[in-house]
């Protein structure tokens, strides 16, 4: 069986989002509500999971998330939208 990478965004207690990969991200969201993690959440704690999507390999997450994070704040919340957290 292989392993899913995920790119999931967050929504942020500032109103900002954040993106980001993990292999679990149930897991990873916990990591950044304890203040863990990535340095922009530590000081921006997550509220919520905004939505998530599967890739094959780490690399294709990766390209999908510089993609993603390239969008304006209405493009990745529509992105949100359109993928859900499942």
């Known amino acids: 069986m292989t392993q899913s ?3 999931y ?3 942020c207690e500032d109103g900002r989002t954040y993106a980001g990969i993990a292999t679990d991200v149930e897991a990873r969201f916990a990591v ?3 203040g863990k993690g990535a340095k922009f959440t530590r000081s921006n704690r997550p509220v919520r999971v905004l ?3 599967a890739f094959v390999s780490k690399s294709e997450a990766l390209k999908a998330e510089a993609a993603l994070k390239k969008l304006s704040r209405e ?3 529509l992105w949100a939208q359109t993928t ?3």
Request: net charge positive; hydrophobic share 45%.
């Open 75 to 77: 493009e990745k919340l």
């Open 9 to 11: 965004l967050l929504a």
């Open 5 to 7: 990478w995920w790119l």
């Open 51 to 53: 939505g998530a999507r």
């Open 84 to 86: 859900g957290t499942d």
């Open 32 to 34: 950044h509500s304890k």
